[in-house]
């Protein structure tokens, strides 16, 4: 199992950053993928970037050149760098890491921390 507590939300105002944190702990070598995504009420969950084991990344088109989702494996700890904050970024941002268990790909998610962005 593979356990996920993340930190660093909070209100920033337009234009401002904020750097998200996602502490992952248990079953860490079963880790696949690890990624952030962000909710808002009333509306799906949505992928907002993605890092595999190897380093690669990807970006939701409308965070492209203003968020940057890094991972450092000597803590176990994956972030995502948010610059150039407007309204629209503005929801639950969850982390989430998908893992191997017995050859069956498991996720699990973290839960949550609030991103307030004020115009």
């Known amino acids: 199992q593979v356990q996920l507590v993340e930190s660093g939300g909070g209100l920033v105002q337009t234009g401002g950053s904020l750097r998200l944190s996602c502490a992952a702990s248990?079953?860490?070598?079963?880790?696949?993928?690890m990624g952030w995504y962000r909710q808002v009420p009333g509306k799906q969950r949505e992928l907002v970037a993605t890092?595999?084991?190897?380093?690669?990344?990807n970006y939701t088109d409308s965070v492209k050149g203003r968020f940057i989702i890094s991972r450092d494996n000597a803590d176990n700890t994956m972030y995502l760098e948010m610059n150039s904050l407007n309204p629209e970024d503005t929801a639950v941002y969850y982390c989430?890491?998908?893992?191997?268990?017995?050859?069956?790909?498991?996720?699990?998610w973290g839960q949550g921390t609030q991103v307030t962005v004020s115009s």
């Open positions: 890092i595999t084991n190897g380093g690669s990344t």
């Open positions: 248990g079953s860490i070598r079963s880790i696949i993928i």
């Open positions: 989430n890491a998908h893992y191997l268990v017995y050859f069956k790909i498991n996720y699990t």
